[in-house]
């Protein structure tokens, strides 16, 4: 390949093939970083995109799942969003998003939020953004961009969703508070679920419970800290019956279906807390019982994306027990860039958490 030249592909619109593209590898500003991507993992939210249950700006370079080796580094970037030295060569992750610390919503603790909010694997290459997205060789990280630096210890296939799912979870946790030695119930055992599993367990959570419709991903579950699973044909009153006794402190919902909201409003505790991350697709209305909510004194908070210090908290977290739970196998197939249509139709199946995109070559 060309050294001087990048390429990618073009998503243009639902369920059509993917474009072949090449540009000029840039020089990156004094505040940019020209990254050379090692690996990229398809999301749900890709798959949403491509087969159009969401709409996202096009033509793009879809893919935010992203870790790579710094290419070329701006000449005023020294170290990463740690402070920790960086410099070409090095294996990093970042945030998916840009932003000021001047912005408004940055300061009171929404950067994500931040107007004209700038997103890897989310942008029109029309804008002047050719490659800010994962299913290309090389992404320029602009101005703003939260980076850290990561371990190559990490198998790719694990690391790579640290920016999305695992970043995802470590908010969710974060909005939940202390829940050492509480109770947590999660919906959804896809990878946000395992993810809200393993990281409830390493932070203190008495007991994790699952529930899902897939009865093969509630076995998987066990196996990344959940200590009981329930089947989501079961009803609100026999998952009662099962947890013999044992209060529901924290929900998180990674599914966005109205009726496990739902559920996990009816399963809560006095006090408990709603974190849910799941619903950021159109669906049918939520239906909740305001006296629910009042007399049981409910909190229900939202997240969508996460801040840069979760993202730092979840590196940490999958650094110190990615041993501990199978991660690496959640990646069910890989496939090269020039293959991503074929990658895409292995991802819409159902059969794996994840599908990979290697480009360590």
């Known amino acids: 390949m060309n050294n001087t030249k990048a390429t990618a592909k073009i998503f243009h619109k639902p369920n059509q093939a993917f474009e072949d593209f090449e540009t000029n590898i840039p020089n990156p500003a004094a505040d940019e970083i020209v990254v050379k991507i090692t ?5 749900t939210s890709d798959l949403h995109t491509y087969y159009g ?7 793009s370079i879809l893919g935010h799942e992203i870790i790579g080796k710094i290419a070329k580094l701006g000449d005023s970037i020294t170290s990463d969003y740690n402070g ?14 840009t932003f000021s610390p ?33 299913f290309a060789t090389h992404c320029l990280l602009r101005g703003g961009s939260s980076v850290f630096k990561i371990s190559n210890k990490l198998v790719p296939g694990e690391a790579a969703p640290l920016n999305c799912t695992h970043a995802t979870i470590a908010g969710a ?35 994790v419970y699952t529930i899902d419709i897939n009865n093969d ?31 529901i402190d924290v929900v998180i919902d990674t599914t966005g279906n109205p009726k496990a ?31 629910t909510v009042v007399r049981k004194i409910i909190s229900i908070k939202g997240l969508h ?46 059969k794996y958490y994840r599908i990979g995109i290697n480009q360590d070559n």
């Open 39 to 43: 690996y990229t993992t398809i999301c």
């Open 53 to 59: 249950r969401r709409n996202s700006p096009s033509p």
């Open 84 to 97: 920790h030295p960086i410099g070409e060569g090095d294996l990093i992750t970042w945030s998916v998003y």
């Open 102 to 134: 001047e912005n408004p919503m940055a300061k009171i603790g929404i950067p994500q939020k931040s107007p004209d909010l700038f997103k890897y694997g989310h942008q029109s290459i029309l804008n002047g953004s050719p490659l800010s997205g994962g």
């Open 173 to 207: 946790l974060r909005l939940a508070g202390d829940i050492n030695g509480k109770n947590v119930l999660v919906f959804g055992a896809g990878m946000l679920g395992l993810s809200a599993c393993s990281m409830s367990r390493e932070i203190g959570a008495k007991n």
């Open 217 to 247: 991903r509630l076995k998987n579950a066990t196996s990344f800290g959940a200590t009981e699973t329930f089947s989501a044909s079961l009803s609100d009153l026999d998952i009662e019956n099962k947890l013999n006794n044992e209060k």
């Open 261 to 291: 909201m739902e559920s996990g409003i009816n399963l809560l505790s006095l006090g408990g807390i709603a974190i849910w991350v799941g619903a950021v697709y159109n669906a049918p209305k939520t239906q909740i019982n305001a006296e």
């Open 305 to 350: 994306n996460y801040t840069p210090t979760d993202l730092g908290t979840a590196i940490n977290f999958l650094a110190s027990c990615h041993h501990k739970y199978p991660f690496k196998k959640l990646v069910g197939k890989e496939f090269p860039l020039k293959k991503l249509d074929e990658a895409f139709e292995a991802a819409n199946s159902g």
